[in-house]
T-cell receptor, first 111, second 110 residues
Framework: DGGITQSPKYLFRKEGQNVTLSCEQNLNHDAMYWYRQDPGQGLRLIYYSQIVNDFQKGDIAEGYSVSREKKESFPLTVTSAQKNPTAFYLC??????????FGPGTRLTVT | GQNIDQPTEMTATEGAIVQINCTYQTSGFNGLFWYQQHAGEAPTFLSYNVLDGLEEKGRFSSFLSRSKGYSYLLLKELQMKDSASYLCAVPTDSWGKFQFGAGTQVVVTP
């Protein structure tokens, strides 16, 4: 079955720690995206990548970092510089110009 | 960035019809996407309009007017499971980078 996986579903961290969220897809999509969603709000783009070894900042990249070493994988690191990291994080992928498919999401809580 | 407007919330009864409007600034990139998101879950793709007009897919239909920067999603024969947030999304580059609206929460009552 093709799809996008994100792990873990729930993640708890102490303030000041970096944390890496995983995103893997086997849809053979070139483009991958990371979004953040806060309660009652829409999706805000953090980073996106159109090809391997290349990525661009989205609208809210400060305090986050990514890598794209393989086509299938696009991990997101939430660093201690991110002021309000508690949120629902969604990874998506797409073929150029077509609909994005989303993973199940990771709910991060930082205390 | 793109300015996308959707109503915050709409309420309708089971079996009724609801129309969710979405207005946006035309970006030069074609098309508009609609997604459904149930509480606590990821968005799922509903429809894609690339040309003007109405696209029908079962109980759901979507309309686009590119020159007016206007779209709507029509939900017919509402069911309780249709209670969800509906997001419209507009491409902002040729690769498919999107700008999402804030979503419209549809509440279906018995």
């Amino acid at each position: 079955d093709g799809g996008i996986t994100q792990s873990p579903k729930y993640l708890f961290r102490k303030e000041g720690q970096n944390v890496t969220l995983s995103c893997e897809q086997n849809l053979n999509h070139d483009a991958m995206y990371w979004y953040r969603q806060d309660p009652g709000q829409g999706l805000r783009l953090i980073y996106y990548s159109q090809i391997v070894n290349d990525f661009q900042k989205g609208d809210i990249a400060e305090g986050y970092s990514v890598s794209r070493e393989k086509k299938e994988s696009f991990p997101l690191t939430v660093t201690s510089a991110q002021k309000n990291p508690t949120a629902f994080y969604l990874c998506a992928s797409s073929t150029r110009g077509y609909e994005q498919y989303f993973g199940p999401g990771t709910r991060l809580t930082v205390t | 960035g793109q300015n996308i407007d959707q109503p915050t919330e709409m309420t309708a009864t089971e079996g009724a019809i609801v129309q969710i409007n979405c207005t946006y600034q035309t970006s030069g990139f074609n098309g508009l996407f609609w997604y459904q998101q149930h509480a606590g879950e990821a968005p799922t793709f509903l429809s894609y309009n690339v040309l003007d007009g109405l696209e029908e897919k079962g109980r759901f239909s979507s309309f686009l007017s590119r020159s007016k920067g206007y779209s709507y999603l029509l939900l017919k024969e509402l069911q309780m499971k249709d209670s969800a947030s509906y997001l419209c999304a507009v491409p902002t580059d040729s690769w498919g980078k999107f700008q999402f609206g804030a979503g419209t929460q549809v509440v279906v009552t018995p």
